[in-house]
């Protein structure tokens, strides 16, 4: 095992077993980034298992919250942390980095280099590192409530799907509206009034904004591949999801089709049924009024732009309150 900063380890799961080891460096605290049935440490040790899979297509990114907080008890307990996984290479590598990430302010980048010059074999898969990234943008927090941790599941949705693995949704990653957030612009139902969604909710593109909205849906190309048994999650380039818009802008330019929307709570009465594409429908029952219409893999707007994903709701079933 490697001391990674002062107090805190790094290595494989054979490490986890030599009590003796531990003890005679100061370890309090064992994060095991795998379930490892046999280990039964003694009572003195503190063992937190979590049942991480080495796949690029795992979401460890909703276990960094509570692996930062339990290296942060050890240290500040002013015990030392062992957090190991199999090989001590992806796993447990990546919690070590999201632990440097969030307490050290610096970037992925930074954070693996600093594990490389005390391990130089780390190597966290693909996914992983593109969730350290996620980690760093959102400034670690994993929240429904911040977009970057909502488009990062979106974004992940849409590349599964676009390989032909299905549609898989985060649900409770999908945003609540109405909430009682301040909202300003926001569109409702004509029908029913019911609300659909903030400008927070919206994928704006067109003329201000057209640098990250994806050009073609069959545009893809094949990436790196660096697990190539992980087909569906790995293979295809990230998809680019358009940036919020100023503040100021207008909800919708006059020669768009629609309203593009991120996916949200309400629509889960038809996103359930797991289908590519399909109609939007208000999610009021005594509406039920068809807003638009929805495809994974994108949909082009009348401006002529691609938006990926393409939940689009016709600017004519709706109001914009402001
Ligand atoms: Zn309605
Ligand atoms: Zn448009």
Redesign the pocket.
């Known amino acids: 095992m490697d001391e990674i900063i002062p107090g805190l380890f790094l290595g494989p799961w054979e490490t986890a077993f030599e009590v003796e080891e531990l003890d005679r460096m100061g370890v309090t605290h064992v994060l095991s980034a795998m379930r490892v049935p046999m280990l039964k440490l003694p009572e003195r040790f503190k063992n937190l298992q979590l049942h991480i899979l080495d796949s690029p297509k795992f979401d460890i990114l909703s276990y960094f919250p509570q692996c930062i907080a339990f290296i942060d008890e050890g240290m500040k307990s002013g015990g030392k942390v062992l957090v190991h996984c199999q090989a001590g290479i992806s796993r447990s590598a990546s919690v070590v980095a999201a632990y440097l990430i969030a307490t050290r302010r610096i970037t992925p980048e930074t954070a693996l280099e600093l594990i490389r010059k005390s391990r130089p074999c780390i190597q966290p898969n693909f996914g992983f590192r593109k969730q350290l990234d996620t980690w760093h943008q959102t400034e670690c927090i994993v929240s429904v409530d911040d977009k970057v941790t909502r488009l990062h599941y979106i974004e992940k949705t849409v590349r599964i799907s676009k390989a032909g693995g299905g549609v898989h949704i985060r649900k409770d990653m999908l945003a609540t509206v109405p909430n009682h957030r301040p909202s300003g612009n926001r569109i409702r139902c004509k029908m029913c009034r019911r609300e659909l969604a903030t400008k927070d909710h919206m994928f704006p593109?067109?003329s201000s904004s057209s640098a990250h909205t994806v050009a073609e849906p069959a545009a893809e190309t094949l990436a790196p591949v660096d697990d190539a048994a992980i087909i569906t999650d790995t293979a295809i380039d990230p998809v680019a999801i358009t940036p919020a818009p100023p503040r100021d802008a207008p909800l919708i330019?006059p020669?768009?089709?629609g309203y593009f929307l991120e996916p949200l709570d309400w629509m889960r009465s038809f996103l359930d049924e797991g289908l590519v594409e399909g109609k939007i429908i208000c999610p009021n029952p005594k509406c039920s009024s068809k807003l638009g219409s929805y495809a994974w893999a994108g949909v082009k707007?009348?401006?002529g732009?691609w938006v990926t994903p393409g939940f689009c709701i016709h600017r004519s079933k709706v109001d914009e309150m402001r």
């Open positions: 593109h067109g330019s020669e768009c089709s707007c009348a401006c732009e």
